[in-house]
């Protein structure tokens, strides 16, 4: 059974960094993503990696901002997070797709992924 360990998070001030990490037991996955979930709010999709061919896609509000990238011989995958700002603040999760799917992982729905990490707080206030 596939096993994902967020790690990364904390507080920032506006406009400052931090890195996600995202840590897989295996690597039998097709694709992983991140999500987070304000208070209050629904959980949102952030972006994914393709684990074959390593496309990467984002939601329109972090593209420019936020980066995700894979190191395999770790079997993590990271979320670089630059410019953050006080919306950015939410639980941020890691998910694995181990199914094959058509066209790029940005059409993934929620329900597609089929393991989830625990969450990893960022909150961005000064």
């Known amino acids: 059974q596939l096993k994902l360990v967020e790690s990364g998070g904390g507080l920032v001030q506006p406009g400052g960094s931090l890195r996600l990490s995202c840590a897989a037991s295996t690597m039998d996955y097709y694709a992983i993503g991140w999500f987070r979930q304000a208070p209050g709010k629904e959980r949102e999709w952030i972006s994914c990696i393709s684990s074959s061919d390593g496309n990467t896609h984002y939601r329109s509000s972090v593209k420019g901002r936020f980066t995700i990238s894979r190191d395999s011989a770790k079997n993590t995958v990271h979320l670089d997070m630059n410019s953050l700002n006080p919306e950015d603040t939410a639980v941020y999760y890691c998910?694995?797709?181990?199914?094959?799917?058509?066209?790029?992982?940005?059409?993934?729905?929620?329900?597609?992924?089929?393991?989830w990490g625990q969450g990893t707080q960022v909150t961005v206030s000064s």
């Open positions: 998910s694995a797709d181990i199914a094959p799917y058509t066209g790029w992982c940005g059409l993934l729905k929620e329900s597609d992924y089929d393991y």
